[in-house]
Each structure stands twice: as structure tokens, then as C-alpha cells.
């Protein structure tokens, strides 16, 4: 451009005073210089913008499926705390007899249902309460395979694994681990779903984690609370 106005201006010498012709020429020389370097230019900034364009896109989904993990992270905990159990039974006062129905949620809820199946566990199968556990079971698995699989940054992925962890120890853990050590001797299906979900947790602090293998239920938890 600075060129151009040396050469289009009128001359303050008579050697640089061009005629139309020569202006012509230097004209189209000065284009065909300027052309290639010009889209040279308009290349490396539009490779810029793709590039930035591309980083935000990709945070952008990072930062999507962080909050979908989160969103199912409560909805897993909405989960357990309203899972239910209705306790029904007759009580006896000076001589009357009268029927009551208690109903729990959440931990209460767990508690009451595990003190079911210490009576029999083998009833723990295909039955309304036995489904909610297992339903438990299920959305825990999903959110922990969602987890590892997702593309996030690798810090909120530690992160979401610890709280993961930790849930389990202080919301599930106190049920299930008793639970499966009640249901060891079942065969069916949902026995052994829970057992193996109980034994897939379990190992992740101590590999060699054997239900089987405790002659005492509060061996169990000795194992946990001295290590």
C-alpha cells in the first residue's frame, strides 16, 4: 500500500513520474506479490479461529458431561433416600391386640429390609423389595461405567471416583456388605448380582475380598474399620 502511494501520486521527480502504462504494470506486480501473502495471512488467522473454535467446543462438552454426571450423582442419592420399606405387624398391651404399619426411608428403610432377610435369605429374589435393591445396584454400576468412560478432565474424574467411593462406604456399605454375606449360600441371579457388585467395591481396598471366605459376619467389618 505504501508503494502504491509513491507510484499513483504525482511525481516530485521526473524519473519516478510514471506513465499509465508502467502504472498499470507495477499495479498488477504489486497485486500478484501481495495476493499469495494476503491469503497466507487469511489462512494461518482462520486456522487460529478454527483452533480456538475447536478448544471451546471441546471444553464446552467436557464441561456438559460434567454436569450430567453430577446431575445423575443426585439423582442416584434421590434414589436412596427414598427407598422405602413398610413394616406391618400386630403388637400386644395388656391383653389388646392391635395392628400397626411403620414406614421407613433411606437408611432406616435398608436397615429394616436387611432385618428382614436375616429371617430367611433365601426369599431375597424376584420380589418387589429385592427389585429396589438391585435398582440400586444398577444406577450405582451405570454412574461408576459413565464415569470412566466420559470424556472429562481427568482431575474432576479423580474426583467424582473418590465421591463415589466414598458413598458407597457411608450409604451402602453398611447394608450390602451384611446383606451379602446373608445371601452367599443363594444361587439365583439376584443374589449373586449383589454378591458380585459387593465384591467388585470390596476390591477395590482389598484385592483378594472373598465373601465366602468369613465364617463371622462382624469379621467383615473388622477388616474395614482396622485397616
Same mark, same amino acid.
Given at each position: 500500500?505504501?508503494?502504491?502511494?509513491?507510484?499513483?501520486?504525482?511525481?516530485?521527480?521526473?524519473?519516478?513520474?510514471?506513465?499509465?502504462?508502467?502504472?498499470?504494470?507495477?499495479?498488477?506486480?504489486?497485486?500478484?506479490?501481495?495476493?499469495?501473502?494476503?491469503?497466507?495471512?487469511?489462512?494461518?488467522?482462520?486456522?487460529?479461529?478454527?483452533?480456538?473454535?475447536?478448544?471451546?467446543?471441546?471444553?464446552?462438552?467436557?464441561?456438559?458431561?460434567?454436569?450430567?454426571?453430577?446431575?445423575?450423582?443426585?439423582?442416584?442419592?434421590?434414589?436412596?433416600?427414598?427407598?422405602?420399606?413398610?413394616?406391618?405387624?400386630?403388637?400386644?398391651?395388656?391383653?389388646?391386640?392391635?395392628?400397626?404399619?411403620?414406614?421407613?426411608?433411606? *437408611?432406616?428403610? #435398608? /436397615?429394616? %429390609?436387611?432385618? $428382614?432377610?436375616?429371617?430367611?435369605?433365601?426369599? @431375597?429374589?424376584? !420380589?418387589?423389595?429385592?427389585?429396589?435393591?438391585?435398582?440400586?445396584?444398577?444406577?450405582?454400576?451405570?454412574?461408576?461405567?459413565?464415569?470412566?468412560?466420559?470424556?472429562?478432565?481427568?482431575?474432576?474424574?479423580?474426583?467424582?471416583?473418590?465421591?463415589?467411593?466414598?458413598?458407597?462406604?457411608?450409604?451402602?456399605?453398611?447394608?450390602?456388605?451384611?446383606? *451379602?454375606?446373608? #445371601? /452367599?449360600? %443363594?444361587?439365583? $441371579?439376584?443374589?449373586?448380582?449383589?454378591?458380585? @457388585?459387593?465384591? !467388585?467395591?470390596?476390591?477395590?481396598?482389598?484385592?483378594?475380598?472373598?465373601?465366602?471366605?468369613?465364617?463371622?459376619?462382624?469379621?467383615?467389618?473388622?477388616?474395614?474399620?482396622?485397616?
Amino acid at each position: 500500500m505504501i508503494l502504491s502511494i509513491f507510484v499513483f501520486q504525482e511525481a516530485y521527480y521526473a524519473h519516478f513520474n510514471f506513465t499509465d502504462d508502467d502504472k498499470v504494470k507495477i499495479s498488477t506486480t504489486i497485486n500478484a506479490l501481495s495476493t499469495p501473502i494476503i491469503s497466507l495471512i487469511s489462512v494461518i488467522l482462520l486456522y487460529i479461529t478454527l483452533s480456538k473454535q475447536i478448544e471451546s467446543n471441546y471444553f464446552q462438552k467436557k464441561s456438559k458431561n460434567l454436569d450430567l454426571i453430577l446431575v445423575m450423582y443426585n439423582q442416584l442419592q434421590v434414589e436412596y433416600e427414598n427407598f422405602s420399606y413398610t413394616k406391618k405387624g400386630t403388637s400386644t398391651t395388656g391383653g389388646v391386640t392391635t395392628s400397626y404399619e411403620n414406614h421407613f426411608k433411606g *437408611a432406616d428403610a #435398608l /436397615r429394616e %429390609n436387611l432385618a $428382614s432377610f436375616r429371617i430367611k435369605p433365601e426369599k @431375597f429374589g424376584p !420380589s418387589y423389595q429385592s427389585d429396589k435393591i438391585i435398582r440400586l445396584v444398577h444406577s450405582f454400576t451405570l454412574l461408576e461405567n459413565i464415569i470412566t468412560t466420559m470424556d472429562l478432565e481427568e482431575e474432576s474424574r479423580n474426583l467424582l471416583n473418590r465421591n463415589m467411593e466414598s458413598l458407597y462406604k457411608t450409604s451402602f456399605r453398611p447394608v450390602f456388605l451384611s446383606l *451379602a454375606y446373608l #445371601l /452367599r449360600s %443363594n444361587t439365583n $441371579s439376584y443374589s449373586k448380582e449383589l454378591i458380585d @457388585f459387593v465384591t !467388585s467395591q470390596e476390591r477395590k481396598q482389598k484385592q483378594d475380598f472373598d465373601i465366602k471366605s468369613y465364617k463371622e459376619e462382624g469379621d467383615l467389618f473388622g477388616d474395614y474399620y482396622n485397616s
